[in-house]
C-alpha cells in the first residue's frame, strides 16, 4: 500500500470508486456445487486502484459511448507490455510543444539541451533500478534484444570458453549460441539448478558467459540476482582479476513489476538487459543494456564501429580511436532522443502515481497470488480441474506476475488454447497464447522433446498458427500476466468467463441420429438449394446468383469462387476478415455477359475488373493459402490497386490464378514457380479456398443458432438475425418441400455424402470456425454472436464448427464442368450414422 508521504496522482484521495458493471465474482458450479472462497486478497493502493484506472487508464472499462460492438477491455498481458498513462502522453506531446530536440551529436543550443537531458535520463533510470553512475554504465539500445546481442558481443568469451543458458530463457537470449558457435565456443543449455556446479573453480576452462532471466517469461519463475555474487565469492583469490565466468541477467520481464535494487548486491551482474515499454508502456523502441563499471575495461573491442562512437578515425588506413565513456563508444548512431526524452515522462508518471516500485511490486504480487488461487479453484460439475497450471520449479524464487495455464475438459481432455483464445477475445479480454518465445520452459512445461517440435515442423505446425493441439497435447500454453493497473476486477472477469465457456466442455454435442441410419445403415434424404453464394474475392462480401441462373460447379468449386485474393504490398499471405473486418464493406457482382467483376463499396465509385485473363496485365507471383504455397498473378493496375488501398485503407493489390478464370483460355502463362526451386504444393482443386471445393450449411442449423444465442441474451435483448450468410457459405439448403422428413438441425454433421445437379460429393468433415464468422457481413463490425453461442453449444472433437466441407468424388473430379447448381433445385443426401 501508499505510504502516508508516498507521492500522489491529483484527486486520488476521493473515495474509491466501484465500477456500475463490475463482472461477478468467481461462478459457483451448477448442480448445487460450493462455490469457490475467496481467501486471497489484492493489494489496491489503499483503495486507490479504482481512481487511478479512471484517471490515467480511461480505456480499461467500458466501450466508449457509440462503440457497443466493442466490449469492456480486460488487458492480462502486461508480460507482453504494459499501458502508458494518460499523464504521460500529456506532458510528453507538452514538452514537444515548448522546446525544440535535436540530435545531440550538433553543438547548437537544441542540440546541447537534448544531450543534458539524455544524461540526466541515464542517471534517473539508475536511481530506479537502485543503482547509479558510479556502479553502471546505461547503453541505450533499440529494445531489450538489442541489449542482449550487444553483451554477447564485447564479453570476452575465449575459444576454450563456454555460452551457457537456463532452460527458462527467452529465444533472445538462445539466440546467441549461433554466432557463439560459429566461433567455436562451447554451447550448453543448462538447468538453474546446474549453475553452481558449473561456475565452480575447478570446471573453469577459459572465460565464459553465463545468461539467464530474473523472471521466466513463460511460467513467471523467478531466480536470483545474486550468480554474480556467487561467482565473485568463488574467485575471491584471482588477485583483482575479472572471474572466468561474465553473467548477463535478462531482467526485462522481472523489472517490469519489482525493483531491481542492484546496489544491495555484493557483487551485481556485468550486463543487465532491459525494456522501457515493459516498465513503464512507452516509450517503445527504446530498450538498455547496464553494463558494470569494473568490467569495462575487460570488455572485448567490437570490430564494427558507428557514428559517434569514435573520437578519431583514418579513411586510407585502419587507424580508428574508441570514444573513452563506454556509453558513446557503444551506442551506434544517433540514440534514440525522442525516446529517450520521453523516458522522463514516463518515470515522472510512475512516481506520481504509484509512488515507488515496490508499490508496484506488492500490488502485482497479490493481483498473481489471487488469480492463482482462482484458476486452481475452477472445477467441472464432476470434480475434475479446468486448469491446469505451470510454474513452480524447484531453484526459483517465487514466481512474478504471470500465470501460465491449459484449459482442460471435464473428462480431462485439453482444449485447444486457439479457441480459448479466440472466445476471449470475443469477450473482451486481452491474454497471451503460443510459447511466448521461450522454447526451453515451453519445452519443459509441456512435455516436448526436440524430436517432437521437428516432427510438428513437418506436419506444417509452426510458432503463431493456428495448430494447438497434436496427438491431444498442447504445442503451446495461455498466459495472463499482471501490471501495476490491473484490478481484482480483471481477474473476476477472466474466471467468469472461463467458467460460463468452459464448465463441463466435453459434452458431445447435441446432434441427432436420423432413424433410418441407425446402426451404420445408409438412408437417404431429399433437400432443396436454397441459395448458391460465391466469393469472387477471398473474404470480402459473397455474391448471391441469381435464382433463376445455373451455376456452374468446377473442380475449383463454384465457377470464380475465390479466383482472386488481396494482397498487402510485401505481404505473402491473403488478406483476411478476421483481420481486416472492412474487406466485408466490398461487395462484388459478377456480370456474365460482359465477363466483369463489378466492385462496390461505400463512398467509391463502382469499380470493374475483367474475368478474363488475357485482359488483365498479370505479373508473376506467389501467395500463401492456409500455410501451404499456391501460385498467384499480381493485377497490375494502378486504378485497381488504389481503389482496394482506399476502401481497406492499407496498401495493397489484387492477385488471382488465371485458370481459375478461364481454364480453355489458350496460350495463358505457366504457373510461376518459387526463385528457391520448390514447388508449390497446393492441390490444384483447392484454389483459393481454405479446404475444400464447397462449403455447406443449413437454414436449420443457423435458426437453431440464433435462437440459443436469443435465449442467452435474455428476453427483451436486442438480437441480430444471424443468417445462414454469416457463416460465408458457398451452398445453402432447407428441407425438399413435401419431403418425407424435415432437415435436423446439424443433421449435416451426419452426412456422408450429397448428390448436387447429378455430381456427387463426399462430406469431407465440419467447418471449423473462427472470429470471422463475428463480423458481420453487412456493416464490417465485430460482434460477439454468433462464434460465442457455437463456442459453447457447438463442438466437434474440441473445436467449434459450423457447416460441413464437399469435396468431389469419383471420375472427372480433376477436370471439366462438374455439375451446375441453382436455387430451388432438389439435392439427395446419403446420411450414414456416424459415432
Known amino acids: 500500500m501508499l505510504s502516508d508521504d508516498a507521492p500522489r496522482l491529483n484527486g486520488l484521495s476521493q473515495p474509491p470508486h466501484t465500477p456500475p458493471a463490475t463482472p461477478p465474482p468467481l461462478l459457483a458450479c451448477p448442480a448445487g456445487q460450493t462455490a469457490v472462497a475467496q481467501v486471497a486478497q489484492v493489494d489496491d493502493y489503499d483503495g486507490q486502484l479504482d481512481a487511478i484506472r479512471r484517471a490515467e ?33 500529456r506532458e510528453q506531446a507538452a514538452e514537444l510543444l515548448r522546446r525544440m530536440p535535436a540530435n545531440p551529436h550538433s553543438r547548437h543550443a537544441e542540440s546541447q539541451w537534448t544531450q543534458s537531458r539524455i544524461d540526466h535520463a541515464r542517471d534517473r533510470l539508475l536511481a530506479f533500478l537502485g543503482t547509479s553512475a558510479e556502479k553502471y554504465a546505461v547503453v541505450f539500445t533499440a529494445n531489450a534484444t538489442a541489449a542482449i546481442r550487444l553483451a554477447s558481443e564485447i564479453a570476452p568469451v575465449t575459444a576454450d570458453g563456454a555460452f551457457c543458458f537456463t532452460r527458462e530463457s527467452h529465444t533472445s537470449v538462445v539466440g546467441i549460441r549461433g554466432p ?9 543449455p543448462v538447468e538453474f539448478g546446474q549453475i553452481e556446479d558449473i561456475i565452480a573453480p575447478q570446471n573453469a576452462r577459459g572465460t565464459s558467459l553465463l545468461a539467464y532471466p530474473a523472471q521466466c517469461n513463460f511460467s513467471g519463475d523467478r531466480f536470483s540476482l545474486g550468480v554474480a555474487g556467487k561467482i565473485a565469492r568463488a574467485y575471491a583469490d584471482s588477485s583483482g582479476r575479472h572471474p572466468p565466468w561474465w553473467v548477463l541477467v535478462d531482467a526485462a520481464s522481472y523489472a517490469a513489476s519489482s525493483p531491481l535494487h542492484l546496489d544491495r548486491l555484493p557483487t551485481g551482474p556485468d550486463f543487465v538487459a532491459l525494456s522501457m515499454y515493459k516498465i513503464f508502456g512507452a516509450p517503445t523502441g527504446l530498450g538498455a543494456l547496464l553494463v558494470r563499471r569494473s568490467s569495462v575495461p575487460h570488455l572485448r573491442p567490437r570490430p564494427y564501429f558507428g557514428g559517434g562512437t569514435v573520437s578519431g578515425l583514418a579513411f586510407d588506413q585502419q587507424w580508428q580511436v574508441p570514444r573513452a565513456d563506454v556509453e558513446s563508444r557503444l551506442e551506434d548512431g544517433t540514440v534514440n532522443y525522442l525516446g529517450i526524452l520521453a523516458l522522463h515522462h514516463a518515470l515522472d508518471a510512475h512516481a506520481k502515481i504509484y509512488g515507488s516500485m515496490e508499490h508496484v511490486a506488492r ?43 491449459n484449459v482442460r475438459d471435464q473428462h480431462g481432455a485439453y482444449v485447444g488454447f486457439v479457441e480459448v483464445e479466440r472466445l476471449a477475445v470475443v469477450a473482451g479480454i486481452s491474454l497471451r497464447s503460443g510459447r511466448f518465445c521461450n522454447p526451453g520452459a515451453a519445452q519443459g512445461w509441456l512435455g516436448l522433446s526436440a524430436p517432437d517440435l521437428e516432427r510438428h515442423a513437418s506436419m506444417g505446425v509452426t510458432c503463431g498458427d493456428d495448430h494447438d493441439l497434436v496427438d491431444g497435447r498442447p504445442v503451446g500454453a495461455l498466459r495472463v500476466s499482471f501490471g501495476a493497473m490491473t484490478s481484482k476486477q480483471d481477474i473476476d472477469a477472466l474466471v467468469a468467463f472461463l467458467g460460463e465457456t468452459f464448465r463441463d466442455y466435453g459434452r458431445p454435442p447435441d446432434i441427432p441420429v436420423p432413424v433410418a441410419a441407425a446402426n451404420g445403415a445408409a438412408a437417404s434424404l431429399e433437400v432443396e438449394v436454397d441459395a448458391v453464394v460465391v466469393y469472387p474475392i477471398k473474404s470480402c462480401h459473397g455474391w448471391t446468383v441469381p435464382p433463376d441462373t445455373a451455376w456452374d460447379i468446377t473442380p475449383h468449386g463454384l465457377r470464380y469462387d475465390r479466383s482472386f485474393v488481396i494482397m498487402r504490398e510485401n505481404g505473402a499471405a491473403p488478406m483476411q476478415q478476421k483481420q481486416c473486418p472492412r474487406m466485408a464493406l466490398i461487395r462484388p457482382r459478377i456480370d456474365e455477359a460482359r465477363e466483369e467483376l463489378v466492385l462496390c463499396a461505400p463512398g467509391h465509385p463502382p469499380l470493374k475488373v475483367s474475368l478474363r485473363p488475357q485482359r488483365l496485365l498479370l505479373e508473376g507471383s506467389e501467395s500463401r493459402a492456409c500455410g501451404t504455397r499456391v501460385p498467384a498473378q499480381r493485377v497490375r493496375s494502378e486504378k485497381i490497386s488504389a481503389w482496394l488501398s482506399s476502401v481497406l485503407a492499407v496498401s495493397c493489390y489484387l492477385a488471382c490464378e488465371p485458370r481459375l478464370l478461364a481454364s480453355d483460355e489458350p496460350g495463358l502463362p505457366p504457373p510461376p514457380q518459387p526463385a528457391d526451386g520448390r514447388s508449390c504444393t497446393r492441390r490444384r482443386t483447392l484454389a483459393f479456398s481454405n479446404e475444400a471445393q464447397l462449403l455447406l450449411v ?113 471420375a472427372g473430379a480433376d477436370s471439366g464442368c462438374l455439375a451446375t447448381v441453382r436455387a430451388g433445385s432438389p439435392a439427395s443426401v446419403l446420411v450414414i450414422a456416424k459415432n
Request: include cysteine; charge should be neutral; hydrophobic fraction near 35%.
Open 363 to 405: 500490488h502485482t504480487q497479490s493481483v498473481a497470488s489471487y488469480a492463482r488461487t482462482a484458476l486452481r479453484s475452477l472445477e467441472h460439475c464432476n470434480g475434475r480441474p479446468m486448469c491446469e497450471l505451470y510454474g513452480g520449479s524447484d531453484g526459483t524464487d517465487g514466481a512474478g506476475p504471470a500465470v501460465a495455464f
Open 180 to 188: 557463439a558457435a560459429a566461433c567455436g565456443v562451447r554451447v550448453c
Open 698 to 810: 443449413t437454414q436449420e442449423s443457423a435458426r437453431q443458432v440464433e435462437r440459443w444465442a436469443a435465449e442467452a441474451a435474455g428476453p427483451g435483448a436486442d438480437c441480430a438475425q444471424i443468417g445462414p450468410m454469416q457463416y460465408r457459405p458457398n451452398i445453402i439448403v432447407r428441407s425438399a418441400r413435401g419431403g418425407s422428413r424435415e432437415i435436423a438441425a446439424f443433421d449435416e454433421l451426419r452426412w456422408s455424402s450429397v448428390a448436387v445437379g447429378g455430381a456427387m460429393f463426399d462430406v469431407s468433415g465440419p467447418c471449423r470456425r473462427c472470429q470471422m464468422i463475428s463480423v458481420d457481413q453487412d456493416s464490417a463490425q465485430r460482434l460477439k454472436e454468433p462464434y460465442s453461442t457455437l463456442a459453447r453449444r457447438m463442438r466437434v472433437d474440441g473445436k467449434v464448427v459450423f457447416g460441413v466441407y464437399l469435396n468431389a468424388s469419383g
Open 57 to 89: 487508464y480511461p480505456l480499461l472499462g467500458d466501450p466508449p459511448a457509440g462503440d457497443s460492438g466493442r466490449p469492456a477491455t480486460v488487458f492480462l498481458d502486461h508480460t507482453g507490455s504494459t499501458i502508458c498513462p494518460a499523464s504521460f502522453v
